[in-house]
């Protein structure tokens, strides 16, 4: 059986009323406080259907000496009132009257003789609603709950810890701490272990009693990995092979390949080879190593590929030089900014100095043409073509 309090302070007494069974969720464990003139010091003993709260009042006490509460609205309740004036085998009941303006205040009435009478607010403990755990990291996590202080000055605070003994707490702040309404409250808490699970309740206390939440649990992520080795950047010919590699540290490891910011569909071990490469190959590559839910993310390693080029040399109608090549890859055509004319006029010598050309390419009938137009009258000169 569950046993409840309601405190009824005036100015000429305190009345206890202890509550047996089931109440209602504006009168049960609940401190009501007035400005009540004509009470004494005495008890009540209130009781409840089981269900509907409908029990009719009848002016004497059972044959265990409690006398009956009647809810007979929505926000009204009668209580039997047993003062302590009556002495022993002569007790004679009042009513107490309660009237609810709202789920928390209202006016009373000591009757039938209404010798005392005026406005009244209710207390409830505090009502504690679990949350969960969020943003869970390998030494961290967000506790969240919902209280409401109900009418009265509530402290509260989050307990958690590996066993339901909990040993550890996180205050909660409350605003206003005795308010009407529930207040979703959340608190971070840290230096926690990794891949350990925890426990964690709220619990709230005011003037009228103390509320334990639920238990609840979660589960902080395994450590993140630790790279150890580096994928590295390369420049890799057409057609040849490449590898990228990384080393990493960790429990259960796994690893997922990148280029630019999209996954490689299954490149998911800790190397990455791709094979008879092209241009279009180049880029960015990293890879994200996981460890239980924690990852880290590799630097990038940059892939250029160089396609070879076989030039043709020509005359132009005014006696320069024009560069005529074909791509072997076919796919210059769409990037002609990424090649650079570089020539000298020593090529065999011991310090060849080469020279940057100026101008641009062109498309002519499907080959790729530069215009060397500062060669005009010159003998003789040694060309490459970078790829940048």
């Not at 961290?140 to 009265?152: E, F, Q, R, V």
């Not at 590996?162 to 996180?170: D, F, K, L, V």
């Not at 426990?199 to 003037?207: C, D, E, S």
Request: hydrophobic content about 35%; cysteine-free; charged content about 10%.
């Amino acid at each position: 059986m569950k046993h409840y309090r309601i405190l009824i302070a005036g100015l000429a007494g305190l009345l206890a009323l202890a509550v047996h069974g089931q109440a209602p969720a504006n009168l049960a464990n609940s401190r009501v406080t007035g400005q009540a003139s004509g009470f004494v010091n005495g008890t009540i003993v209130l009781r409840f259907g089981a269900s509907t709260y409908t029990s009719t009042f009848n002016g004497s006490p059972d044959s265990g000496g409690n006398y009956s509460y009647t809810r007979t609205a929505a926000n009204t309740g009668t209580v039997n009132l047993l003062t302590a004036n009556n002495p022993p085998g002569n007790l004679q009941p009042d009513n107490l009257v309660l009237t609810f303006t709202t789920p928390y205040t209202g006016t009373f009435v000591n009757s039938p003789d209404a010798d005392s009478s005026g406005p009244f607010t209710l207390a409830l403990p505090p009502a504690v609603s679990p949350g969960a755990a969020g943003s869970v990291t390998p030494t961290g996590a967000s506790l969240a709950a919902t209280i409401n202080p109900n009418n009265d000055a509530t402290v509260a605070q989050f307990q958690y810890g590996t066993t339901t003994s909990y040993g550890s707490t996180a205050t909660i702040t409350l605003s206003p701490n005795n308010g009407t309404v529930g207040q979703n409250v959340s608190v971070a808490i840290t230096g926690l272990a990794a891949n350990t699970t925890y426990h964690f309740r709220a619990v709230a206390t005011n003037g009228v009693g103390g509320t334990v939440g639920d238990d609840l649990t979660f589960t902080t992520l395994s450590a993140a990995p630790v790279i150890n080795t580096q994928p590295q950047s390369q420049i890799a010919i057409a057609t040849s092979n490449v590898t990228f590699t990384v080393a990493a540290t960790g429990s259960g490891l796994t690893y997922q390949w990148r280029k630019g910011a999209t996954d490689i569909h299954g490149a998911t071990s800790a190397t990455l080879p791709l094979n008879s490469v092209t241009r279009a190959s180049s880029g960015t590559y990293s890879v994200v190593v996981t460890s239980g839910g924690s990852s880290t993310l590799s630097s990038d390693a940059t892939l250029r590929v160089i396609v070879p080029q076989q030039l043709t040399v020509q005359r132009g109608g005014g006696g320069q030089f024009q560069l005529l090549f074909t791509d072997p890859d076919t796919t210059a055509a769409t990037d002609l900014s990424r090649f650079e004319v570089h020539h000298t006029t020593d090529f065999l010598g011991a310090s060849t100095a080469w020279v940057t050309n100026s101008g641009s390419f062109t498309l002519s009938n499907g080959k790729i043409l530069f215009d060397d137009t500062s060669s005009t009258g010159t003998p003789r000169r040694f060309y490459r073509v970078i790829e940048k």
